[in-house]
């Protein structure tokens, strides 16, 4: 399509709000699935949620009806003028305390903005940024997390299957990893984005249905950014281990961009580039994502207390 794709009306969206309260408490089970999904030791996340289990789940909505795309989340039903899919583009976390399976949480959301952008392909779309807020059932906080979704048209139909060249390339460039932490290496399996997709109630499409992907630009099913968030908070609090030795870290902070898609069957590397001292009770790590020599996912990284 052509120009004019941000309408009035979607302009006159922005500050809408949304608010929802869970219909159960977050869970055990919840707990313990997640942290199967991604990887993590399912024995050290029974106290605590890990930590990015509220950003990413859809249980918290409460909604029983996927959308047309399958999707249980928060969505705000934009009157976009052609149909879109939606792609992640990156998040900003905040977390107050750790959520535990006995909360009620009640998440708050602001659409922030909305803006017009053009691709290397010439056609437009769209970027929306919204904050949630996630509080307990005494209205506590408990997190906020700072989203950046891109809206782009769907292609009516795809003549051809797409090829992997068809990706979009990220920047050659891989910044060597920092001497003390070892990467992490991942392949992530269709089995487990749907491991994932189980996980957080989310049933996408565009994380199975390797049509409704190609109709969204991409060359197959494609990896839910925020399940490399997760990948990179793990990675993150296994690196405070090295740099910080004797401490127990706990984040406060996790911010990443979604550069590039993975798709099924890509490898993910997590590597850490560089480590500060804060204070002698937080240390910053500035990570990475990459697949093969292209960084699908930075800039990122992770802020963290450190105790006794």
Known sequence: MTG???????????????????PEPLGAGSLRYYALAIGADPG???DEAPPTLIFDTCQLTGRSDPDGAGYL?????????????LIRGGNDYELYRPARADD???????????DERTGGDGAPFLVATAEARYSDATGDPIATNTETNILRPLQRE????????????AAPTVPPAHPDVADRVRPITQLDMVAY???????????????????A?????????????ALLAEHALAAAVTVAPGRRARLTRLW?????PVLAGDTVTCRVTAVARESAHSIRLEQIVTVGDRVVVGPAGAEMQLHA
């Open 104 to 114: 009620v949480i009640t998440t708050q959301w602001t659409l922030s903005s909305i």
């Open 4 to 22: 004019g794709f941000l309408t009035d009306e979607l302009r006159g969206c922005v500050g809408r709000t949304a608010s929802y309260t869970a």
């Open 44 to 46: 050290r996340w029974v």
């Open 256 to 260: 990443y961009r979604n550069r590039a």
């Open 73 to 85: 989340g928060h969505a705000w039903e934009l009157p976009l003028p052609v149909p879109c899919a």
């Open 217 to 229: 630009g991409m060359a197959g099913p494609v990896v839910d950014g925020q399940m490399l968030g």
């Open 158 to 169: 795809v003549v051809t299957e797409a090829r992997p060249t068809d990706r979009p390339r």
């Open 197 to 215: 997709g189980g996980a957080t109630w989310d049933w996408h499409r565009l994380h199975h249905d390797a049509a409704y992907a190609r109709r």
